[in-house]
T-cell receptor, first 113, second 109 residues
Framework: NAGVTQTPKFRILKIGQSMTLQCAQD?????MYWYRQDPGMGLKLIYY???????DKGEVPNGYNVSRSTTEDFPLRLELAAPSQTSVYFC????????????FGQGTRLTVV | GQNIDQPTEMTATEGAIVQINCTYQ??????LFWYQQHAGEAPTFLSY????GLEEKGRFSSFLSRSKGYSYLLLKELQMKDSASYLC??????????FGRGTSLIVHP
């Protein structure tokens, strides 16, 4: 039972480069989320999706894009990477945002230099 | 989103009891989650409270007072492996959970 799978685990980007963080879940969850976590801080919501074809902005969406073409996959795209995007990124999924637990991927540690 | 507030760091002794507090804004309340996060790892679910009172799960219990906008996580018989960050979260706008900064708990012998 894989749960939520994120790739890559680590990545170093140069300023201005682009990349896609992959996220896949095998639990048939409707809700999927992307969070970033900076040192000593909680999780900040970047984007979320309530089902295939539907995405919406979270608290800190600038510099990111997402798509949800299938229930399973929710990739996060970084265009023109900036040092401020150095962070740990977590993908998560759940049946519902209310009263059900969210399952998290193992995270992607991204450094922009 | 929700305004979540919790202490930054706490220390406790192995075998002791520790209480980690969390306050949130009461308008539009839709329940409160607690997650545990070990250093370098993903958060894992501990509890969800939507009604007032204490819910116990083994060594961990979670309490909620909706009128006071207050919750706490109670950890009994502390073990070294309980050293972790404990995240309080509550659904805000669009019902998506907003997380607090987390409380780093250090358990020492």
């Amino acid at each position: 039972n894989a749960g939520v799978t994120q790739t890559p685990k680590f990545r170093i980007l140069k300023i201005g480069q682009s990349m896609t963080l992959q996220c896949a879940q095998d639990m048939n969850h409707n809700y999927m989320y992307w969070y970033r976590q900076d040192p000593g801080m909680g999780l900040k919501l970047i984007y979320y999706s309530v089902g295939a074809g539907i995405t919406d902005k979270g608290e800190v969406p600038n510099g990111y894009n997402v798509s949800r073409s299938t229930t399973e996959d929710f990739p996060l795209r970084l265009e023109l990477a900036a040092p401020s995007q150095t962070s740990v990124y977590f993908c998560a999924s759940s049946w519902s945002p209310l009263n059900t637990e969210a399952f998290f991927g193992q995270g992607t540690r991204l450094t922009v230099v | 989103g929700q305004n979540i507030d919790q202490p930054t760091e706490m220390t406790a002794t192995e075998g002791a009891i520790v209480q980690i507090n969390c306050t949130y804004q009461t308008s539009g309340f839709n329940g409160l989650f607690w997650y545990q996060q070990h250093a370098g790892e993903a958060p894992t679910f501990l509890s969800y409270n939507v009604l007032d009172g204490l819910e116990e799960k083994g060594r961990f219990s979670s309490f909620l007072s909706r009128s006071k906008g207050y919750s706490y996580l109670l950890l009994k018989e502390l073990q070294m492996k309980d050293s972790a960050s404990y995240l309080c979260a509550s659904p805000g706008g669009s019902y998506i959970p907003t997380f607090g900064r987390g409380t780093s708990l250090i358990v020492h012998p």
